[in-house]
């Protein structure tokens, strides 16, 4: 496939947006949106995850597919995945031990995160090249980032609201992230270039 | 956990009382993107069920033999090949549905409810019993999938399983099967839960209550 990379960008920014298009990284979307510091926070470090987590993958799969042990593709991504995560936290806790405190429960969480996954396996699946899967992995995570942010604004906004009791948490930050999601559907127009 | 003396039996808490879509919240992700259709939300919950049983089976018979700090990466193997299994299995077994489902097959590896019962009670309970609590999970999972494809196919396409249900002049209503469908009709389906909730704490009085809040796990 020779997608260019500006057509990578917007279709994985905003036209295919990772949270609000796709579905990946539900769980730290719904559950760490309430706070925006949180939850720009949150964006970076997955941002940079996946940043890493990718282009690492990028070259194990050449060395997989140069072994024909293609079936082990999902086990090394996901220990790839796992030890930059646990880099990262090396890295934050000793550069910058304030920040470490306050992502401290987060970090380890991002291997659970399936955006986190699906990048590499996204790359694999449409087999872009080197520089077309550095700038995919780049904007599918700023996409996930900017999603974080607009929800976390959004609901601390609601925070002072007069809301019913029953539809307190998680299902009014559903009601949001559908509202957010049907605004992006209007950015499905763009891709029709190709 | 519940008050009761009896502790709960592990298939029907999973199915029920710890439903993981209606309860725990667990598993967003394939929940809200596969089940624009029933016969997708079947699948899906069904290979989810299958990886469970699986990997709690086998991380509940290798439990003690495992240090405490390298845990969660062993799981993460076990789930990983679990869910190799399964990816090559439903290739196998049907192809139109491996291509609906794409990439959430493997995304299985990711679902943090696969991870939160290894860690939650396949890493304390003997074998037998982790596999039945991965099969009621799974089912209950399975369960709140199926709950959710059917709003979205019935209002979306205005079918079931592919059967047409209202006349030729039914006009769909698409936005369910788009995005914001997902998101807003498990929103609708969690206060239709809340409300029995709420009911049944109502009944039981201030105090005993022995229903735990829904709660945002990531």
Redesign the interface.
């Given at each position: 496939m020779n997608e260019s990379l500006g057509h990578i960008f917007v279709d994985s920014f905003l036209i295919n947006n990772f949270v609000?298009?796709?579905?990946?990284?539900?769980?730290?979307f719904?559950?760490?949106s309430a706070k925006f510091s949180t939850a720009w926070r949150m964006g970076v470090s997955v941002m940079f995850v996946i940043t890493v987590s990718g282009i690492l993958s990028y070259g194990m799969n050449i060395v997989l597919v140069m072994l024909h042990v293609e079936?082990l593709r999902?086990?090394v991504y996901?220990?790839i995945i796992?030890a930059t995560v646990q880099l990262t936290e090396m890295f934050i806790k000793k550069n910058s031990p304030a920040l470490f405190r306050e992502l401290g429960v987060?970090l380890?969480?991002i291997?659970?995160?399936?955006a986190?996954?699906?990048v590499p396996?996204?790359q694999t699946?449409r087999n872009y090249n080197f520089v077309q899967s550095t700038v995919f992995a780049l904007s599918a995570s700023g996409g996930y980032c900017m999603a974080m942010c607009l929800l976390a604004l959004v609901r601390e906004r609601t925070e002072l609201s007069d809301i019913s009791?029953?539809?307190r948490?998680?299902?009014?930050t559903?009601?949001l992230?559908?509202?957010l999601?049907?605004a992006?559907?209007g950015f499905a127009g763009m891709g029709g270039g190709g | 956990m519940s008050t009761t003396t009896t502790p709960p039996n592990p298939f029907l808490n999973g199915l029920w009382r710890q439903n993981p879509t209606f309860v725990q919240i667990l598993g967003m992700c394939p929940t809200l993107a596969i089940t624009n259709s029933v016969r997708n939300a079947i699948a899906m919950g069904l290979a989810t069920a299958f990886v469970l049983v699986i990997s709690n089976g086998l991380i509940a018979a290798i439990r003690k033999h495992v240090p405490k700090q390298v845990r969660i990466a062993t799981y993460i193997a076990i789930i990983a090949t679990a869910v190799t299994v399964t990816d090559y299995l439903v290739k196998a077994i049907s192809i139109p549905v491996y291509k609906a489902l794409g990439p959430f097959i493997p995304l299985i590896v990711a679902n943090c409810l696969v991870l939160e019962r290894a860690e939650a009670f396949a890493a304390k309970k003997p074998v037998i019993p982790s596999m039945m609590d991965g099969a009621g999970m799974g089912l209950g999972f399975a369960f709140g999938l199926t709950c959710l494809g059917t709003v979205r196919e019935v209002l979306g396409a205005g079918t079931f399983l592919s059967i047409p249900l209202f006349g030729p002049n039914f006009e769909p209503w698409v936005l369910f099967l788009l995005p914001p469908g997902g998101f807003i009709s498990l929103a609708i389906w969690l206060l239709v839960f809340a409300t029995f909730r709420e009911r049944k704490q109502r009944q039981l009085q201030a105090g005993l209550t022995e229903i735990q809040p829904a709660e945002v796990r990531s």
């Open positions: 609000l298009c796709v579905f990946l990284g539900m769980c730290s719904l559950g760490l079936y999902l086990i996901i220990v796992a987060y380890p969480l291997t659970t995160n399936c986190v996954l699906a396996l996204f699946a009791s029953l539809a948490g998680t299902a009014l559903l009601v992230a559908s509202v999601s049907m992006f559907m | -």
